[in-house]
């Protein structure tokens, strides 16, 4: 407790001299009115946007860093740089909790938990009863995307999912239990009643489409006709290519690459990324402007791709980040596809700036809970294009042992 007053005597004092400097906001460094010589304006507003960042840096972070409500002051009174991932990971959570609330159905919440089920089930030493606190709100989810197939962001090949998990669920679990034989009850008349939306058997062309959509063993998956060198020759093949051939990408080519991107690992099975991809010049220009470190070459690259992520998929603020994590795994899988279908492609960072979020924000028309979180630029390559040498860390320096 005297720690934290003491903190905050130190912020206050700080506040009192340093705050007319630190709270100016951003716009007033960068841009001047009218009335003003715009060159002069500029230069003014650069040095003092420096000086902001020097003073930050020299003065007040070797301080603030020591103590977490330091640090909290510090983003409170001094920087902005972390407002938007605090109110996104707010429209997040409010989205998932209020469609709970007004009994709507939720994919996220759904994959969730038939993802904890299939754990369940591929354990050695099962549980005669397992997932008794939830597996009537599995259940009543499932209900919902039957009776409302068009909401909740569900689809055909998730009920048949759920259908096939809770099956085998209840084919294995004791069926005496109250909890689990009210809801085996009202699964049975679930699938009694005519489907408004039936499954497809079509899963993305797997070798598993004619199977049960339910845990299985190794043995039972599709062999792999990659080996080690061949996966090595890929890897070392992808390489960020920027210059393309001015020649359209198939759209089936695209879709392929996402298919792989699908079977990605994802914490929880919730998959809150989306493939958001521009091939229509205009809009594909309009894109490609706004990422800093493309301008100069992204009228030469034919399709742009923002892979978009939800943040409605989590409840709490502990899995804010796991959106990035599940992300970048698909969109690793999406490049390495890129590769195998004839193509290239090039990640391009997206950084956490303000008035570029607002931007891309207003040109992909996105939803309240969801940012982007890389583009990808694609095209069949121009073999005379070059392409940076970007020598990577040996072995010896990113691996440990124990």
Partial sequence: MQRGKQAFGLGAALNQRLVAVFALPREAFAEGDSTTNPVNRQTMGLGLYHLKIKLQDRYLIPIMRRHRKLADLYYFLFSSEFSREHQKVMHGRYRHVRARALNQPNAFHLRREVHRIEKGLVMRKRRPVFATDYIHDVVH????FREKPEAGEGDAELMHWTRDVLTDYFSKVDS???????????????????QRNPATNGQ???AWDDRTWSPYSRAEAAASRIDYPDFLALARRRRSVRWFLDKPVPRE?????VAAAALSPSACNRQPFRFHAYDRAELKDKIGSIPMGI??????????????GKLSAYLSE???HVMYIDGGLASMAFLFAVETLGLAAFPINWPDIEELEQKMERAMDLEEDERPMM????GYPEDAGGIP??????VSELLRFN
């Fill in 295 to 308: 301008r100069g070459i992204y009228d030469n690259v034919p399709v742009f791709v923002v892979v978009v």
């Fill in 318 to 320: 502990r899995d804010r």
């Fill in 176 to 194: 005496s239990h109250p909890a689990v034989a009210q809801s085996k009850a009202e699964f049975d008349r679930i699938n009694a009643e005519p």
């Fill in 253 to 257: 080519l695209i879709e392929q690459a």
């Fill in 389 to 394: 040498f970007s020598q990577k860390k040996p």
């Fill in 141 to 144: 989810n499932y209900r919902l």
């Fill in 375 to 378: 583009l990808i630029g694609m």
């Fill in 204 to 206: 993305l062309g797997l």
